[in-house]
């Protein structure tokens, strides 16, 4: 039986009539069509699914989008505002921290639940480095990433 | 993944029905971190899939003086892994909490979950076994209160009847002050199953340095979570020395049961259990102002 699901993604409200075994990363890019957020092994463990729902970072590939049913959901389609990309995907471009770009939305969907989630925190390297363990990079472009979260990090310390 | 239904009962009475009318054609979801890869590979194929999230009063932690810490069985490990409570009360489950997977799965699994898939290497389980915990478990029937220690039956197997719902883990306050240490081993620093985990739970007379108290769990070396109670019996009572340490990380490499597997071979888990043993041991006499 199909089960009707409300979803707010990036702010728009949608209407889902889902099978329970679709996974929330299902409905986002085959339903709603918002490709951005990537299928890498699809069991949780590359991240590239990653996306924000109700405020936590998970990997949308673990979870149905049943289980979602009434949530809030940002995925990278989300960060862009009126003017360009946000602050993150400034910074990921500046430091030249994409390279085949699979695993960026993921990236910097952890990069940025990390940032909003430790707004009064002095965050070290060793932080953003474990804050990114679940996204692995086939690029292996670690350095540069890790480098264009913390230029975030230190900027958002000065404020 | 084969097509299942889903229920998602909004209080326990309810799940309880639902458990009572499909059950062994269903199966319960907590996180659904483990569970949704057990069911896309194919392992698992249940016909109803019950939802615990949308239960309240599942989640949630308090401490009692008397009765120690209460933990929800639907609480995930990064409300663990970030609770002042936790990190005040059980440092060692604090610190297993931050070891288990990636932040994206921590922030979706539960500690009930983790209990209740009894892996060999589930990480909050040696912690939770030094700390002598117990699980609550509730059906219609009404409620049962088992010491977690004798709740693993197996690999992926437990003494939960389809009947029933794991609610509460507790864990008791500790009736002398020690301290608790947990070690994991993985391949890579994060991201990965335990090779070989230790936990301790250490507790030294202040003037003597005579142990007073010691637990010790393992992971990853037996077909569940193990207490090392023939490792325990080397230290309790007497001086800790390095020497007795080594004896007690011999004791408890001959005890565990490791297989060879894509891990590492049984020798070097063996091996890897005396040098964690060890360390674990000197980790926590260090925490307790011993130097050794």
């Known amino acids: 039986m199909k089960h009707q699901v409300r979803l707010t993604v990036n702010g728009v409200s949608h209407e889902l009539l889902v099978e329970p075994r679709v996974t929330l990363l299902d409905a986002i890019r085959e339903l709603i069509g918002l490709t951005g957020t990537k ?10 699914c990653t996306v924000i729902l109700n405020g936590k970072s998970v990997n949308a590939c673990l979870c149905l989008a049943v289980e979602a049913d009434g949530g809030e959901v940002l995925t990278i389609e989300g960060l862009r505002t009126d003017s360009g990309p946000d602050l993150i995907q400034n ?14 939305p993921g990236m910097i969907l ?3 639940a990390l940032l909003e989630n430790n707004l009064d925190v002095d965050l070290d390297e060793s932080q953003v480095t474990a804050a990114i363990s679940g996204n692995l990079c086939r690029c292996t472009g670690y350095e540069k990433i890790i480098q264009a979260i913390m230029s975030l990090v230190q900027r958002s310390s000065i404020k | 993944m084969k097509s299942f239904e889903y229920i998602a009962p909004k209080d326990i009475s309810q799940a309880f029905n639902s458990l009572e009318e499909f059950g062994e054609e269903s199966k319960l979801i907590a996180g659904g971190t483990d569970l949704l890869v057990q069911l896309k590979q194919g392992h698992l194929a249940p016909k109803v899939l019950i939802d615990l999230k949308k239960i309240s009063g599942l989640s949630g932690i308090r401490f009692e003086k008397s009765t120690g ?3 929800g069985a639907l609480t995930t490990v990064a409300e663990i892994e970030s609770s002042k409570i936790i990190r005040v009360q059980s440092p060692v489950l604090f610190q297993a909490a931050g070891l288990l997977g990636s932040v994206q799965v ?3 699994a539960t500690i009930g979950g ?3 898939r009894a892996a060999p290497s589930g990480d909050l389980i040696p912690p939770l076994l030094v700390l002598n915990s117990k699980v609550i478990i509730k059906s219609i029937n009404g409620e049962r209160v088992v010491d977690l220690e004798d709740f693993f039956l197996g690999s992926g197997k437990t003494t939960l009847k389809k009947n029933e719902i794991l609610t509460e883990i507790l864990v008791p306050p500790p009736k002398v002050a020690g301290d608790g240490v947990y070690i994991k081993h993985g391949r890579r620093k994060s991201m990965d199953l335990a090779v070989v985990g230790v936990a301790v739970f250490l507790s030294l007379n202040p003037e003597s340095f005579l142990c007073e108290r010691f637990r010790l769990a393992l992971a990853s070396v037996a077909p569940v979570p193990m207490r090392a109670h023939e490792a325990e019996i080397v230290l309790h009572g007497n001086k800790v020395t390095e020497s007795l340490i080594d004896s007690c990380a011999d004791a408890a ?7 060879s597997d894509v891990y590492g071979e049984e020798w070097f888990k063996r091996e ?15 925490l307790q102002g011993m130097k050794l």
Not at chain 1, 39 to 44: I, P, S, V
Not at chain 2, 272 to 286: D, F, G, M, P, Q
């Open chain 2, 106 to 108: 921590r922030n979706k």
């Open chain 1, 91 to 104: 910074a990921f471009i500046e430091h030249g921290a994409i390279q085949c770009g699979f695993c960026t």
């Open chain 1, 110 to 112: 952890s990069a940025k």
């Open chain 2, 253 to 259: 490499m001959k005890t565990c049961n490791p297989i």
């Open chain 2, 272 to 286: 890897l259990v005396k040098v964690l043993v060890s360390r674990a041991i000197k980790n926590a006499a260090h």
């Open chain 2, 69 to 71: 810490l209460h933990i």
């Open chain 1, 39 to 48: 299928k890498g092994c699809d069991t949780g463990d590359c991240g590239a």
């Open chain 2, 114 to 116: 983790n209990i209740c």
